[in-house]
């Protein structure tokens, strides 16, 4: 079992910064693939970011490409989602998921919810204009 945390979110103006951190505890995160998801109210969960442990590649949600960058510090057992230059449409609570690979993922698969089998309990981002 792995229990995952995040932190970070706020309110902040259109333009601003913010990075979300999730904290992962039970298992060792470092072979674990990750992921980020957000959901606006109203609509459904969507893809935002995921990142490959096997050879840390990253994989964006177009709407995000060139301004949110996700990493993780395996020493430290936390992922994290850079968010830069933030528009009002990024308002939406932002989780964290987590699953460990039994086999090679696709980045189409790691783009789905359901791969995922640990998810946070959000952390809630609002971009004001």
């Known amino acids: 079992q792995v229990q995952l945390v995040e932190s970070g979110g706020g309110l902040v103006q259109a333009g601003g910064s913010l990075r979300l951190s999730c904290a992962a505890s039970g298992r060792t995160f470092s072979s674990y693939n990750m992921g980020w998801f957000r959901q606006a109210p109203g609509k459904e969960r969507e893809f935002v970011a995921s990142?490959?442990?096997?050879?840390?590649?990253?994989n964006y949600a177009d709407s995000v490409k060139g301004r949110f960058t996700i990493s993780r510090d395996n020493a430290k057992n936390t992922g994290y989602l850079q968010m830069n230059s933030l528009k009002p449409e990024d308002t939406a609570v932002y989780y964290c998921a987590a699953h460990r690979p039994t086999r090679y993922y696709t980045n189409s698969e790691r783009r789905q919810p359901y791969t995922y089998d640990y998810w946070g309990q959000g952390t809630q981002v609002t971009v004001s204009s």
């Open positions: 990142l490959r442990w096997s050879d840390g590649s990253t």
